[in-house]
């Protein structure tokens, strides 16, 4: 094992063993940046790089602070935890070869999820030492990610002298929920970038396999409705109360309810309602958790606008008010393929199993906001995906990858780039 | 059988045999203001006593017009029918003694059912050959009040000189359906009444009782609600439609929920919905038929504010608009005990078993509309039951009643005449 | 214009003049089966080709009989009629070479909708003296499929002598709602049936143009729901009742919120519901009609299954009775590439756009039947169309087709009989 | 202050400074144990009293244990401790003159509620000092009852010689949620007695009123659904959950639209739903919390049996499994006459406002269990009130009461047991 591939897989289970979860990236983005600083990279982060307006779903203040401490006592590197404080945990990192060139940009993303990770004896973390220290987990492999971002970065650095254009590396907070990647596209920061990639592990894609362009992605809405009524007694005055409850039960079936579209596939679900104070009171809350799917964007907004007229006609019905947050957005995408041949051609060079295109996804993705603005642009974008071994499915509590995957992954990575920034 | 006698069985069996629905009661009309005319009394008829604007549920100027055929075919008086021809049925006939005295009045209403009466062998009105000619019915006994407020006429009549004040019949149309009173009422047809009595046959009084007071009428709204949205093929683009069957099916589920009262009781019923043009149409219109009663008129008031907050944002949810139309309405009312004491008094005279007061009901009337107006300008209403022998119960299609009825009533109500045109 | 071509314009101009709807084909079938006998064609007609056990959505006695008496008054054949008259109207007409050879398929739709035809003065049929004489109306095209049979037949008899191998076409009854074709499949028409074509004029696609291979209609199932409850008095005594109309709008909801289906598109449609007796009676009935489709047979299956456990559920929330009828079916299917093959071939020889294939659709029909149980013995089918110019979409009330499309479909079925008789 | 009222006051204080929720009463039970023992009377306690079986809503075992560490550390008596220490928290204790006389009961509720106290500072408990310790609070006035029991006890040991018959107080657990009465009543506590009484403070009576007979209890059901289908990705695999959410929901809504019942007043609210676990899984489990009332036992039967077709049909609808569990029952009683007059003589003779009957009430009692299964066995039993001045109403987190009304409810309560242990 050469020293890149010991420091792939001692990052990415670094990471693994503390996990942290959208918008609080504090102690993994610290970290990242220390490295990338130490590699002579140019750093933005934080506010500098995304949208306070365009974050969704984020955390509040009092859970954010109290995430500081934690980072501050797990290991954060001190020089920049600062910086990430109020949860803005993004990162660009520059590298100008000062050679004409292209702008080349890689998406990594940094954040873990609400899971409790398995403590069964089989499961590889665990033996190995390196399970989650906490309630959160690394179940979708972006601990992975993160490393493969510091392997490019310092191949990057290594062979600065041989490369030609501008590269950035982009690690992007809370991917899950697809909360972050529209406020770092609203702070500009592919705003000057030709070719873009952003890459994911595993997805079902066999080991030594790689899809240049993994398109088939769902546009999707994330929204919260909370829905405020009017308590009274249920016995002695039910005619004093506005019922809350019946509210959000009506637009949970009626969300369900709304028409399929001719043009392309849908998917609406109400996750999650809770209501009411007291078996004895007439509900004066209500509570649902909604998301929306759309074959293309333009599916999901008409999905969108129905259940607007859904939550506001039920709220009405009840005569009672309401509001309605939009906590997670995602576009769909068609990769460009002009940057897909030259990650297809890597591939191959590699010697690994190269795919052109994949359709295959009812998942979502916010790398979509990042690929969609560089093609309004005049650039090209696109979506890989590196296949691996999985213990088990994405999001599961079992979930390890195949660590032999980062290597290859971080050459493919690196090869595209000295293409892609020999173009132009 | 004296004369009289004679005649109300035959005017009450002429009625059964030509029932009329609400609004088209006009060769009932014609008949009874041809003998009431014939009596010397004053007659005010149709638009002069009814306020257009005010009448509900009336039925289409077609429906109206061939009735008017029907009616001239079938024995109305051609003297009168013109009068009635478009559907304006009510007539007031006051008989003015000269003498001072109040103004007292009785309410008779005249309308049949749309039920189609028995034709089983043992049912009375088949045997005496007096069945219904169409498919309606006198299935509730306003044939007899009919025939009862004639008889009434004849005693006050033959009797002028004795009496004292002012005496007012009032034939209403419409009370099924609690259409028609408002009508009357709104035209200022009690404006100068100072006594007022309404009365009904059966209603599960036993014969030869009578109750003075009959409270417990629920106050109610009947209401007609049309949805209308777009259609479209359910294959072909489902996402063009907007649906009118699925906001109608969240109206009446929603309407049926609305919370009961603490103050007493309510009722919702959605008892009719039409919707749809075919199976593979995205529905565009729906409708349904509503109604509503409380206990007193505010609970009804609230029922109704609920459902109309219902009905427009289950239109509001599925993006399409509505028409709700007030198609009948009755009130709560409590009877004046002034005028049922005066009542009790003359049943036991005249030897029945005198009942003063019950709240045995949970049905609804609009002669309650004419209570509610005469007791607001001090005077003083009841509304009293004739017990009677019933082959079946109210709006069964084998209903009949004990004729030996009829004459008792017309009798204790021309003692109530006498006694409280004596008053003041 | 040749005499076939006169023909064709004569026979569609009849059959559009005197539509008739599913099981009612009298008059259409009686002439169809006199011409094709003087053809010299072997006829199996009525139940020998339909069974009635499999007969979907057929009227009642009453309505058949009553069609009878009109067929007879209106220019039906009576050789045949009597054949037809209890409304089993399939013809299946067989032509037997003598030669050698596999059994080749033709399959013709002959009924009309519901539809009140357009007396707009622009309107070609009332131009020219054809439009619909009662309150039915060709607009899907089945008259002119009906003419190019009669077409092809006309040619298959002319040129019998340059034939190999049998050929059968099937006029089936019924296509509209997916009625009928399962029965004629279940009384064995295609057992021996070696190459099956079916085809349907229009569909969007250009005059001049022929698909070979029309994929992608959606699997589908229509079903009448009919719930049974209790009914009572709404204000008098609701607790009496077992309340139908909210069974069936709770069915309504709760159907169109039938989850979706990654595996490919689905739809449900509850497209009508009647409920309830009157205003102030608890509804004791209420009827659905509904429809589903699935891209694939499978998917339709689940959504199918997923709609008895709503229907019956809702039925036991409300503690009542139903009754589910099956009234339609449609299969989903992939044509078979060799035979769309050689339509292909035959309608570039005549010198017309070909296209091999197409998947546009999001309707249904019951050729699938035809197809599927061909293909699974072994034989091959497709389903082809013939484009044209339409005056207005299928279905609508000024729907018309350009009568230069008869002639070319003809000749183009009859090249391929050519070629598919002389195979094997 | 006389000694017995100082000890009304001390009792009140301290209970309310530490209140204990429904079958958690240990510190109150062990407090109230060591009293009545000093003062000679014999006790039954825990299980003896209690029928396991029969108590609904009891907190699980690790709550329970949880709450034995509490009463210990907040001054609970050792001496009693155990016997309470599974939650099964009844106390009967009975005193027996020696002399012939009936068996007279008085019912005592001990429990608190989940609420929050008032920390403002013009709420008297907090200025004087005895503000709940924890976040429970006894807002209905329990905390009272107690020392009144406490009172009525020392009363009765004082005065032994001069009384006659025996004398049960019965010390109940779990009253809110009317969780409580019906394990004493199936454990046999009131098999023996002839006259039962039990009593509220405050209820909207003035101080210084007091009502011997509060009829108008709804009988009343509380019950718990769970519901359980299956889990699946929103977006991957939808098609394989079944949503809980949406059959609670569906519940939740017709479980609201159960009819009106004609014979009168019912009650039907879901107070608490929470279903699903993340906005992208098909929800898997939901919960709610629901209440029934009727103006009548029967009434409410009615009500429940209704609930429970739409529970199981909403199950059904969406294949899934659920639970129902019958957490709190209520009956609906009428007092007996003769132990009513009695109260009323004795308030009448303590020179306070005498009040026979009320019917004013639309909450629910489970002491009416107590008094029904007395009145079966030709008992006599009643429920009255001791007006009190109220700072806020019951539940109200600023509840509080004037604590002049406990010495004269004491000294009533005993004069009627003076008055009853004389009777035969």
Excluded at 180 to 190: I, L, P, R, T, W
Aim: proline share 3%; hydrophobic share 40%.
């Amino acid at each position: 094992m050469n020293k890149l591939e010991e420091n792939l897989v001692k990052w990415r289970r670094d990471f693994h063993h503390y996990p942290e979860t959208g918008f609080l990236e504090m102690r993994t983005a610290s970290i990242v940046a220390g490295i990338l600083d130490g590699l002579g990279f140019e750093l933005q982060m934080g506010k500098e790089v995304m949208s306070a307006e365009h974050c969704m779903g984020k955390p509040g203040e009092k859970e954010t602070k109290a995430h500081v401490e934690w980072a501050k006592e797990h290991g954060a590197n001190p020089d920049y935890l600062a910086i990430f404080s109020e949860g803005y945990t993004g990162i660009v990192a520059t590298l100008d070869t000062g050679k004409r060139g292209p702008t080349v940009a890689y998406r990594v993303d940094m954040d873990a999820l609400p899971i409790y990770e398995s403590t069964s004896e089989s499961h590889v973390p665990l033996q190995k030492g390196f399970r989650s220290i906490n309630d959160k987990m690394h179940a979708c492999g972006h601990d992975a990610h993160t490393a493969i971002g510091l392997g490019l970065a310092s191949l990057l650095a290594a062979n600065k002298a041989e490369l030609q254009g501008k590269f950035k590396l982009i690690f992007q907070p809370a991917e899950e929920g697809t909360r972050g990647a529209k406020s770092m596209v609203e702070a500009g920061v592919v705003a000057d970038v030709d070719y873009f990639i952003a890459s994911h592990i595993g997805t079902g894609v066999p080991h030594n396999h790689v899809v240049a362009a993994n398109n088939g992605f769902l546009a999707t809405s994330k929204l919260d409705v909370s829905f405020r009524g009017v308590a009274s007694h249920a016995g002695g005055d039910p005619e004093e109360g506005k019922n809350a409850l019946l509210a959000a039960a009506n637009a949970a079936l009626n969300l369900t309810a709304i028409t399929r579209h001719s043009k392309g596939a849908t998917r609406i679900n109400v996750g999650e309602m809770h209501a009411g104070s007291g078996r004895n009171i007439i509900p004066d809350k209500a509570a649902l958790k909604v998301e929306t799917r759309g074959e293309t964007s333009e599916i999901n907004e008409f999905v969108k606008q129905q259940a607007e007229s859904i939550i506001s006609g039920a709220a009405a019905m009840y005569q009672i008010s309401y509001d309605m947050d939009f906590v997670g957005e995602g576009k769909s995408c068609t990769c460009s393929k002009e940057v897909a041949a030259v990650l297809h051609e890597c591939t191959e060079s590699a010697g690994l199993t190269a795919i052109l295109e994949s359709d295959d996804s009812a998942g979502s993705e916010d790398a979509t906001f990042f690929i969609d603005a560089v093609q309004k642009q005049g650039g090209f974008g696109t979506y890989c995906v590196f296949g691996t071994d999985l213990a088990a499915g994405h999001h599961n509590e079992k979930f390890d990858i195949n660590e032999e995957t980062l290597l290859p992954a971080v050459e493919i990575l690196f090869a595209s780039a000295k293409k892609l920034g020999g173009k132009g």
